[in-house]
Nanobody, 123 residues
């Protein structure tokens, strides 16, 4: 079965950290660029970050630049989103997706996507 599964979400206080994982099964993640998206409650989905298939190129939305770090371990068929200095406005369902390439922080040529993991930043 071809799928991406996100994990690592949860409830965290403002200023805290979380590390999201995006694990692929049934296909080789290393052939694809990976993008992370989020959808805050009542708002549209927005692109957060993207990493090239090799990991050599990354980009971020201005709202998360300097706080979030995208990475990947192709040997483990997994990508990550390290989130630091979290703010209440980071509260959202976070999704990962595999695609053809990155266009800034946006993923192009979508191929596979996950079901999302909830991140809630609140005191």
């Amino acid at each position: 079965q071809l799928q991406l599964v996100e994990s690592g979400g949860g409830l965290v206080q403002p200023g805290g950290s979380l590390r999201l994982s995006c694990a692929a099964s049934g296909f080789t993640l290393g052939y694809h660029a990976i993008g992370w998206f989020r959808q805050p409650p009542g708002k549209e989905r927005e692109a957060v970050s993207c990493i090239s298939s090799s990991g050599g190129s990354t980009d971020y939305a201005d709202s998360v630049k300097g706080r979030f770090t995208i990475s990947r371990d192709n040997a483990k068929n997994t990508a990550y989103l390290e989130m630091n200095s979290l703010k209440p406005e980071d509260t959202a369902v976070y999704y990962c997706a595999a695609g053809r390439s990155c266009y800034g922080q946006r993923l192009g040529g979508y191929v596979y996507g996950g079901q999302g993991t909830q991140v809630t930043v609140s005191s």
